[in-house]
């Protein structure tokens, strides 16, 4: 199931009026001299990359990475390339989640900082983190192998600053 096929369904299903089963994520990882960021909401106790939930109908994946930016840290980011996509089972209901992670860059000179929306997921804290410090915090699953993807994907030479 890819990108386009979730955000059909999810349309599809807002039209009819009808809940589906699968709900999209985007996910933003920032890179910057040798370090990853990760935040950590008030309603969690482990660390994450940025990122939400797709609510805005006809908003793409990438839209949605960038607004989450805003939202959340107060800045501009540019979506660079996907690194990696997976699908989430809840053991509780039978929901999915295909959660798409990008590699993004900043742009603009803006300093990041918490932004509080008045909303229970909220950051709380953010952090730059490169692979050996991640080994050490309660992060979301497979948090250490995207950032070794993204790795892969800077070390070749797509990213250009």
Not at 49 to 64: H, I, K, R
Not at 141 to 149: F, P, V
Request: charged content about 35%; overall charge negative.
């Amino acid at each position: 199931m890819d990108t386009q096929d979730v955000q059909g369904e999810i349309i599809e299903n807002e039209k009819l009026g009808l809940g589906g089963n699968t709900v999209l994520v985007g996910s933003g990882i920032l890179y910057h001299d040798g370090k990853f960021l990760l935040v950590k909401p008030k309603n969690h106790s482990y660390w994450f990359f940025v990122g939400g939930l797709y609510d805005v109908s006809g908003e793409t994946v990438e839209d949605l990475i960038k607004r989450e930016y805003k939202e959340e840290l107060g800045i501009m980011v540019e979506v660079v390339c996907p690194i990696y996509n997976r699908v989430d089972t809840s053991p509780e209901s039978k929901l999915k989640r295909l959660v798409i992670h990008y590699l993004v860059k900043k742009v603009g000179d803006e300093d990041i900082k918490c932004i509080d929306n008045n909303d229970h997921a909220d950051i709380e804290k953010f952090r730059w983190v490169n692979l050996d410090e991640v080994r050490d915090l309660p992060t979301a699953a497979k948090t250490r192998e995207i950032m070794e993807k993204a790795l892969k994907i800077i070390k070749d030479e797509v990213w250009k600053s």
